[in-house]
């Protein structure tokens, strides 16, 4: 299905979490510091402000239409902090292969989580005066960066 656009640059996102998470669950022994500079390139780039959006804009609109119950948004933002603390402890110091790893398992189980569960909730509950609202805070919110 495709996208509504208020959620297209969320999503093209996503597409890109995939790639940096598969070379995440790759790391072997000698690929390990590629992979965790991709990472870091990924995180400081594009996936810190990716979660603000989320974290700011998204789930608030989302509770605000009557999504609030959704079991996703607690998923999403327990999800949103474990790859922070990742992100902090790859930021001090290299991982072993088994962290990098790990952390691919998450950024992609966190991806499918997003596009499964939570997108087309707010594509089914908000409606489309409210999804072109969000689309005009989303980008706004990407642009203040
Ligand atoms: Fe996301």
Redesign the pocket.
Known sequence: MKRHPALQT?SR??HQALVVAQRLRKAGDRGTGEAQEAFLEFWRKECQL??RV?EEVLLPRFAAAGGGNSPAIARVLVDHAEIRLHALRLQEGSASTDVLRELGELLAD??RL?ERDLFPAIEEVLSDRQLRRLAADVAGAERQS
């Open positions: 969320l996102d996503h990716h979660f989320e966190h991806v997003e």
